[in-house]
């Protein structure tokens, strides 16, 4: 995963909000990270304070929340958290379970002024 141009485009929509608001600074960004969306939360915080530099969200605080990867299984009608990459259901050995969160990349709030 590209965590720079995923920055960008992510602080792309942020100036974009904060336009629309009237705002002229942002002081704080909250975005949700899925276990299993390949972001590495790390890179994903040294590519924020580069690409804001120069724009109103310098200096910005971004808090990022992971989302654990939770599944569900078909068989035995309940979610589970895998434990690894590997989806099985740990219960039946279920392979075609579907996830249903851990993939997320989205950027859930914005405080500006
Ligand atoms: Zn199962």
Do not use: W
Request: proline share 6%.
């Amino acid at each position: 995963m590209h965590e720079v141009s995923l920055m960008e485009q992510t602080i792309e929509i942020a100036l974009a909000q904060a336009s629309k608001q009237g705002a002229s600074q942002i002081h704080r960004m909250k975005m949700r990270i899925g276990d299993m969306s390949g972001v590495v939360p790390e890179a994903l915080a040294f590519a924020f304070d580069v690409v804001t530099q120069g724009t109103i969200a310098a200096g910005a605080k971004l808090e990022i929340e992971s989302v654990p990867v939770t599944c569900f299984c078909p068989n035995c009608q309940q979610e589970f958290h895998p434990p690894d990459i590997f989806y099985e259901c740990p219960e039946c050995g279920e392979p075609r379970t579907k996830m249903l969160a851990g993939g997320e990349i989205e950027l859930t709030s914005l405080e500006v002024s």
